[in-house]
């Protein structure tokens, strides 16, 4: 589950660093009919704001009434909400940085006694991290040893474990 809003990985326009932190705050900003919105980052190591475009020059008509009020009042979940939207980050030209963003809960501690173990994952939001990680971290392994019991099929899943999950999954662990 989500900790905090991801790092955004964009260039500062005012020093070197490349990582921005959004706290979730809009600039909203109306000029007769036309309507700007922004989501407010701010850079780690300068301080510096910047801005990340979600309209540009929208007729106020076309904007839902809801999604308006939700800008005005700095609401953290559509902040939240757009800077996964891959849309905007392609027309920014940023990714997000969920490094210490997140965390495993478990739930109850695993039983040390059990041969064969079944597992269902489910996330709180659609972080993309790696299987590995998570069922070693859950299951108190080092990764090395997840590698391992994935190379001898005692780690089996009806998902590819390699690469990055942002979605439920199930596994199975035969000690």
């Not at 706290?23 to 801005?51: Q, S």
């Amino acid at each position: 589950m989500p900790t905090r809003l991801p790092l955004v990985r964009r260039r500062c326009h005012a020093c070197t660093s490349d990582r921005l932190r959004a706290n979730g705050k809009f600039r909203v900003n109306a000029n007769h009919k036309l309507l700007d919105a922004w989501i407010l980052a701010l850079c780690t190591a300068c301080g510096e704001t910047a801005r990340l475009t979600y309209l540009e020059r929208t007729n106020v008509r076309s904007v839902r009434p809801e999604l308006l009020d939700r800008m005005h009042h700095n609401d953290l979940g559509l902040a939240a909400e757009l800077l996964r939207d891959p849309v905007l980050q392609r027309r920014n030209r940023f990714r997000l940085d969920w490094d210490g963003a997140w965390r495993l809960d478990t739930g109850e501690p695993l039983p040390a006694d059990v041969e064969v173990l079944e597992v269902s994952v489910r996330f709180a939001a659609p972080i993309p991290v790696r299987p590995v990680r998570l069922i070693a971290e859950g299951c108190g392994l080092s990764r090395a040893e997840v590698e391992r019991l994935l190379g001898d099929g005692r780690l089996v899943s009806a998902v590819r474990l390699g690469g990055k999950l942002s979605a439920d999954f199930t596994f199975t662990l035969k000690r």
